[in-house]
């Protein structure tokens, strides 16, 4: 991101040119490794550091930050800028291939993982990652923890067996 940073000429563009850049394409750099693999924390840091940077000072050295970084990364509707953080989009990239592992079956890789993987019809949701798991599947397992507060049961198909599926708090009722 720095490369490409410095090829651009921050500094002869208003704010407004510079905030376009970076939702258009500094945000788009890193999205290619963020939908493969779960990002550390200080990367993610570093690279909102960069955007943020980037956005108050282009390439000078001096920069006040006239808003705060929350302001900045809230949705335009709620009254920011409409940026995202790095984590929350290395997340919601991830949590497209946990989407895929629970709806699409029928896609190759989604079958290999599920074979790999399996422990039963619904073996996302109790899955983990191991040691000598793969750096996607490890990468996934993060995402789905993360994303699981926002998962509900709710009836499906009718083939979901009442007393046996984990549809509960209580677990399995079935037991």
Same mark, same amino acid.
């Given at each position: 991101?720095?490369? /490409?940073?410095a090829s651009?000429?921050?500094? =002869?563009?208003?704010?407004?040119?510079r +905030?376009?850049?970076v939702?258009?394409?500094?945000?788009? &750099?890193?999205?290619y490794?963020? !939908?493969?693999?779960?990002?550390p924390?200080?990367?993610?840091?570093n690279?909102?550091? *960069?955007? /943020?940077n980037?956005?108050?000072?282009?390439?000078?050295? $001096?920069?006040?930050?006239?808003?705060?970084?929350q302001?900045? *990364? *809230?949705? $335009? !509707?709620?009254?920011?800028?409409?940026?995202?953080?790095? /984590?929350e989009a290395?997340?919601?990239l991830?949590? $497209?291939?946990?989407w895929? +592992?629970?709806?699409?079956?029928?896609?190759?890789?989604v079958s =290999? =993982?599920?074979s790999k993987?399996?422990?039963?019809?619904?073996f =996302?949701?109790n899955a983990?990652?191991h040691?000598?798991?793969?750096? &996607?599947?490890?990468? &996934?397992?993060?995402?789905k923890?993360?994303l699981?507060?926002?998962?509900?049961? /709710?009836?499906?198909?009718?083939? *979901?067996s009442?007393?046996?599926?984990?549809?509960?708090?209580?677990?399995i +009722?079935g037991?």
């Amino acid at each position: 991101m720095q490369n /490409r940073l410095a090829s651009w000429k921050g500094k =002869l563009l208003n704010k407004a040119g510079r +905030l376009t850049l970076v939702s258009s394409v500094l945000s788009s &750099i890193p999205a290619y490794y963020m !939908q493969i693999n779960w990002l550390p924390q200080n990367i993610c840091d570093n690279i909102d550091q *960069t955007t /943020r940077n980037f956005i108050w000072k282009g390439n000078n050295n $001096k920069c006040v930050h006239h808003v705060n970084w929350q302001k900045v *990364t *809230t949705p $335009k !509707q709620y009254g920011g800028l409409g940026i995202r953080t790095a /984590r929350e989009a290395n997340t919601s990239l991830l949590g $497209k291939l946990v989407w895929n +592992l629970v709806q699409q079956n029928e896609k190759l890789w989604v079958s =290999l =993982l599920s074979s790999k993987y399996s422990s039963g019809p619904d073996f =996302l949701f109790n899955a983990s990652a191991h040691p000598n798991s793969s750096p &996607i599947w490890s990468s &996934i397992i993060r995402a789905k923890n993360v994303l699981k507060n926002g998962f509900i049961w /709710r009836e499906g198909s009718g083939n *979901t067996s009442f007393w046996f599926s984990s549809w509960s708090s209580h677990n399995i +009722l079935g037991s």
